[in-house]
């Protein structure tokens, strides 16, 4: 007699016991790692889960508490947790509390957003809450919209695919040396032209370097800019390239995956100036948005600009059902099969409202000028620059150093001590490899710097001052 099946998450009662379980197993895994990422490095985490994990699949199976005391106790014991206050190298940002409680609920009824039938209420809020933001983006568009994505990449591979669309298959997009990766991804996949990328020597675009480049080339082009760099945090000049973009009759793309959430904040917003003269935008709110990935955007000014994207498949799509009047989800995604995100963050909107994310960025904002007063009031440390959103960049100078700038990747003090790129790097992984502190890393100005991304806006001034106290403690070994 075959035994009965496991209860299905539908079930709350055994859903609660098993949460139960989980969060207990949450806790102790944190107990055990107690510091932002586990001590040892890569093989001692690798040795601990191989122990934990046993056979990956077992003839017989241990039990549902068993295996999720087991599994998710060595997860947590082994994680880099972006909650802790001295983890700090991505943007990889430690979700709210009831953000993460909206994903258990969409988990647990496991709508699927390719079709009416499979998400019925989860489509309306798809719709309503990606309509609201698009019109935080292009307040004065007419018809505005945005797709839910998985994030930056997927965002700007479809702006890419929309231009494509619009331009045909010779456009031509032109980004700075500072822009994502996935640009030229996003050209390798879809089959276009390699990006012209412009050099940004001081970090962000020049329109002059960007008007330089679309002279030099024929045909359809597509301007991408960022707000918000991967490494720095820098915002190209956005009103000044649109400016050029106008003149240029060029469309004009925005990679605001990072920055794109400062729109919350009425204290920083205007670094977005020019935001929604762009065509179409990158927005993630899984980072300064607090949302557990994913949970990206891409907005576009004009809804129309979407029909592109239309797919008919009979047994979810049906003429006569669209008719009929069930909506037809397939042109909202590449993806078939894919999870009602949104609710998360729908529910995140609903308890905290525009002035209650505004006040989260600006936390994080504050906490990166802090850091960066930590920095400038250190002797032998020296900061790149003030931080434009919550990212730092700093390095040491040399024991007891007052600064100054060598060559070839090295700084010399007046102690006469040198700190090579190498030294940097070191400390990094020395950090690391102890679980005392996750910092990232980031090239600027022919030298290497040690990054701390911001994002977390309960780390206090203790927590910034303990940072600071760790990387000059382990320069100075």
């Excluded at 024929?218 to 973009?245: W, Y």
């Excluded at 106008?246 to 729109?263: Q, S």
Aim: proline share 7%; glycine share 10%.
């Amino acid at each position: 007699m075959r035994a009965e099946p496991p209860p299905l998450a539908a079930d709350p009662t055994t859903l609660s016991r098993l949460l139960g379980t989980t969060l207990d197993a949450l806790r102790e895994g944190a107990r055990i790692r107690g510091g932002p990422l586990p001590a040892g490095g890569p093989e001692a985490v690798a040795r601990r889960v191989r122990e934990a994990l046993g056979e990956p699949l077992p003839e017989t199976g241990h039990g549902a508490h068993e295996a999720l005391r087991t599994l998710v106790r060595v997860l947590a014991e082994g994680a880099a947790d972006p909650a802790h206050p001295l983890c700090a190298a991505h943007l990889h940002t430690p979700p709210l509390a009831l953000a993460a409680a909206a994903d258990l609920a969409a988990s647990a009824l496991n709508p699927s957003m390719d079709s009416w039938d499979q998400a019925p209420a989860a489509s309306v809020i798809e719709d309503l809450v990606t309509a609201a933001l698009a019109a935080e983006v292009f307040p004065d568009a007419t018809r505005p919209d945005a797709l839910v994505t998985t994030g930056g990449t997927e965002s700007n591979q479809l702006a890419l695919l929309l231009a494509r669309e619009r331009q045909g298959p010779t456009v031509r997009t032109v980004v700075g040396a500072n822009a994502h990766h996935s640009f030229q991804r996003a050209a390798w996949l879809l089959g276009l032209p390699e990006p012209v990328v412009v050099p940004t020597p001081r970090g962000t675009l020049d329109p002059a370097a960007v008007h330089e480049a679309l002279t030099a080339l024929t045909g359809p082009t597509l301007v991408a800019v960022t707000a918000g760099t991967t490494d720095e945090g820098l915002i190209d000049p956005i009103p000044a390239l649109a400016d050029l973009c106008e003149e240029r009759r060029t469309d004009l793309h925005v990679d605001a995956a990072y920055g794109g959430p400062v729109l919350f904040s009425r204290t920083h917003r205007s670094l977005l100036d020019g935001l929604a003269r762009a065509r179409t935008v990158t927005v993630d709110l899984h980072k300064l948005g607090w949302q557990p990935a994913a949970a990206g955007l891409l907005a576009v000014r004009d809804a129309a600009d979407l029909a592109v994207l239309g797919h008919t498949a009979a047994y979810l799509n049906a003429d006569d059902d669209t008719e009929a009047g069930l909506p037809d989800l397939l042109g909202r995604s590449l993806r078939t099969t894919r999870r009602p995100d949104v609710l998360k963050t729908a529910v995140t909107l609903r308890a905290l409202g525009r002035t209650g994310l505004g006040d989260l960025v600006d936390a994080c904002m504050d906490r990166a000028q802090e850091l960066a007063d930590l920095v400038e009031k250190a002797p032998g440390l020296d900061l790149r620059a003030r931080p434009t959103l919550t990212t730092v960049l700093f390095r040491p100078n040399g024991t007891g150093g007052t600064g100054g700038t060598g060559t070839g990747g090295t700084d010399e003090t007046g102690t006469g001590e040198t700190v090579t790129d190498d030294t940097v790097a070191a400390i990094r992984r020395t950090l690391l490899a102890e679980g005392r502190a996750v910092l990232g890393r980031a090239e600027a100005d022919g030298r290497l710097w040690l990054k701390a991304t911001l994002l977390n806006p309960h780390a206090t001034p203790g927590d910034l001052a303990q940072l600071i106290t760790l990387v000059e403690g382990s320069a100075h070994r």
